[in-house]
């Protein structure tokens, strides 16, 4: 170890002042040989790229709630046809019980009485003495589910 000459001399730190401190993480650089950069960042540049990110996600979340609701809403849709076509059944002439599970065929009479039929339009011949309505299934919940339409029947010109 290297003696100092004199002593009684003050230190003097051969840095310039404005180059220490007391507190180094307070410098705008790094103050280490490995330390980070330290760069300064324009505020309205973070608050930009904060908002674009914050919308990105919101219209993501946005987006998957309005596919849950389609769902959901394709799923009333077909409950509601459902509970329309149990009720339009349960008013109709039916001349047998129906067995959960079995395939039945609902017509409609010119006085606009409905009609569940074992026999399928196709049975009929040329000559269906009803217009065929739709061709149905018994539920174990009592709801009848809809297996084929009459999509002529439905068309925007009638």
């Not at 079995?102 to 409609?108: A, G, N």
């Amino acid at each position: 170890m290297k003696q100092d000459p004199n002593p009684s001399a003050p230190f003097v730190n051969p840095i310039d002042a404005d180059k220490i401190t007391e507190n180094p993480g307070t410098l705008p650089y790094a103050h280490t040989k490995g330390g980070a950069i330290i760069r300064p960042t324009e505020k309205g540049t973070v608050q930009a790229k904060s908002i674009a990110a914050m919308e990105q996600q919101t219209d993501r979340q946005l987006r998957q709630l309005y596919d849950q609701m389609k769902v959901l809403a394709e799923q009333a849709e077909a409950l509601q046809r459902r509970a329309e076509i149990s009720r339009q059944i349960y008013e109709a002439d039916m001349n047998f019980d129906p067995v959960i599970g079995h395939t039945y065929f609902l017509y409609l009479r010119k006085n606009g009485q409905f009609v569940l039929s074992m026999v399928s339009p196709e049975e009929w011949g040329k000559k269906i003495p009803f217009e065929y309505i739709s061709e149905v299934s018994l539920l174990a919940d009592h709801t009848w589910e809809v297996l084929r339409e009459n999509l002529e029947r439905f068309t925007p010109e009638n």
